[in-house]
């Protein structure tokens, strides 16, 4: 939720969520998002991740704005997990949501 008529705010909201969906689907995780951003040939792990492009800039944040949210919160299925998943005193079940890609309908846009 995000006050009406703060576009920027809700910008970045939508956006962070789709960096955590994104890197869930990419395999970049709190503990291995260091060295992907170091090594990974991938362009779109190299956009998401600030090494390449300015996405960053369209958002009023720095590039590396998804970074720093992988590496503190984690991908989605780690915070999914955490808070409110098998992790959590909740232990829901992913159901719908899960990937896209494993049954669920999360999915992210691209980074483009």
Sequence with gaps: MVRRADDQWFDVVRWSMMAMIEAEELGITSANAEKM???????????????????GKLLGLDNAWAYAIIRQAGNYGESYERNVGQGSPLKLERGPNALWSKGGLMYAIPFR
């Design 37 to 55: 951003l170091a090594g990974s040939p991938n362009p779109t792990v190299q956009r998401l991740l600030g090494k390449t492009g300015d996405f």
